[in-house]
């Protein structure tokens, strides 16, 4: 099997030389890129030398911009790249910006070194890792609209305009909000195979896979209200 290729972006050189160690003794990751700051990532990335990193691990807080400006950056210039932020900073709404802005996790700097590696294997595999406190940063934040209305939106990567329903909305909304099927039916008065159609239907309109990348899917594009949002 080969190796996670990993980028670490850090202006701290202990905590950089720290993880590279840690992770270096994992035969499953390879440490491909190592940098100070956003641009020295970016230059790095730039210079079309093989390999290119799979994942990065992103410090939020960087000399020369921090990590939203990179991560932007990053989602923009390399779509397959997946992106973890390492912060000591766990305030709720810098998390749910980060999440909605499409990072792939955030994570405390403390992590346990076996979590993270867990961590790095699960955006690797699929594409996202929530974390406890991350769950419940989301489902605390999400507000549940009075009134949801029918969609239509373009969303990319999806080949048909996205349509919910005014009850897909709302069942979206209930899910991110993390209540199990038969809470959504209590809620709204209506039967479980009820919600449980609605979610098959959300899954298959969206082609996501759980009821996590659900919630990820409907932050990223918006289709949920969020505090803050404009």
Known sequence: MS????????????FRQGL???????????????AASGGELLD??????????QVVLLDLHLPD??????????????????????????????ILELMRLGVHAYLP??????LLGEAIEQVHTHGYYIDA???????QGLQEPARPRAQRLKVPGLAQPLELTEREQEVLTLICQGLSSQQIADRLFISFRTVEGHRKNLLDKTGMANAVSLALFA???????LPGAP
């Open 3 to 14: 190796s996670i290729k990993l980028a670490i972006c850090d202006d701290h050189r202990l």
């Open 20 to 34: 590279r160690h840690i992770l270096s003794r994992e035969p499953r990751f390879e440490v491909v890129v190592e």
């Open 44 to 53: 790095a990335l730039t210079q079309a030398c093989a390999p290119q990193p």
């Open 65 to 94: 911009q921090d990590g939203r400006a990179v991560s932007r950056a990053l989602l923009a210039g390399f779509p397959g790249m997946r992106i973890i932020i390492l912060s000591m900073n766990y305030a709720p709404e810098l």
């Open 109 to 114: 700097k403390d992590i346990d070194q076996k």
């Open 133 to 139: 406190t991350t769950a419940q940063v989301m489902r």
């Open 219 to 225: 932050v990223r594009h918006q289709l949920v209200d």
